[in-house]
């Protein structure tokens, strides 16, 4: 199944934080790639994502309002094979404020 790329808009990036808000309509994926910082995914439209990754795939129920992270390095392709829009918004941690 050929997927379309997902939509990705910066809202913020700066010296700390890089903010993105993805939004996957029916049948998008971010494609292959690694994250190079660790990061929080904080849902605004709940859905059903589903991640491939070089150990296989993962389903992730995204409630909107509900954030979860992940460590530095995750590898992935992240994919809506639903029938309805998914959003969310992804905060990069660049540093720490000492």
Request: net charge negative; charged share 25%.
């Amino acid at each position: 199944m050929a997927f379309s790329e997902a939509t990705a808009t910066v809202k913020i990036d700066d010296e700390r934080v890089r903010v993105t808000e993805y939004r996957f309509p029916p049948g998008s994926h971010t494609g292959w790639h690694r994250h190079g910082m660790a990061y929080v995914v904080v849902p605004t439209r709940s859905g059903r994502l589903r991640a491939v990754s070089k150990d296989g795939e993962h389903v992730a129920d995204l409630v909107a309002g509900e954030p979860y992270s992940r460590p530095v390095g995750v590898e992935h392709d992240v994919i809506n094979d639903g029938p309805g829009e998914v959003a969310f918004l992804e905060v990069e941690i660049k540093a720490l404020v000492g």
